[in-house]
């Protein structure tokens, strides 16, 4: 049995596991900075793992005229195995930022935009849930990224997956 310690984990440095998620990250409310992504770290990654993707949804988002459908806020794909985590505010930068941080692709969220599109939040206790996959291979998913997409691309090729939820 592997030791927790060497368990493949996705955390963020402002975000407890089940823990909320801070109001800077929003789209709404006092301090909310419209669009910023919370920073990212990762931990563990298995043996083999060629690149990684994410993909962040509101979980509990309802959908006027039904169910509860997730909601796509972030798709992140091609993050190089060399990066540990995606730091506070990436979203739009990788290019600015460089190195490695510029072979970054970001998909389309939900509002059709790429990037990072803070969640609106119209009642408390919505889940949001950051998934990242570690991956056998790089995904070549064109110009237009989508969570349907990557979820499609990334089967057979997932070595490991690592789960984050914060709590609005």
């Known amino acids: 049995m592997a030791n927790a310690s060497d368990e493949f984990r996705l955390v963020s440095p402002n975000i407890d ?3 909320k998620l801070p109001r800077k990250y929003t789209d709404e409310g006092q301090g909310a900075q ?4 919370p920073p990212l770290e990762w931990y563990n990654l298995p043996k083999g793992t060629k690149s990684l993707s994410l993909v962040v949804q ?5 959908d006027p005229n039904g169910p509860i459908v997730p909601w796509v806020i972030w798709v992140v794909t091609n993050i190089p195995p060399t990066l540990k985590g995606l730091p506070e505010g990436f979203s739009g930068k990788g290019e600015e930022l460089g190195g490695d ?5 970001e998909g389309n969220n939900d509002e059709k935009v790429p990037g990072w599109r803070g969640p609106k939040l ?4 919505h889940r949001f849930e950051f998934k990242l996959f570690a991956l056998d291979d790089e995904l070549n998913l064109g110009n237009k990224v989508t969570k349907d997409k990557l979820l499609e691309a990334v089967e057979g090729h997932v070595l490991g997956e690592s789960v984050l939820i914060a709590i609005s």
């Open 34 to 37: 419209r669009n910023m992504s």
């Open 17 to 19: 596991n089940e823990g």
């Open 58 to 62: 509101d979980i509990d988002a309802p």
């Open 122 to 125: 119209p009642n408390p206790g």
């Open 101 to 105: 941080y510029a072979h970054v692709k």
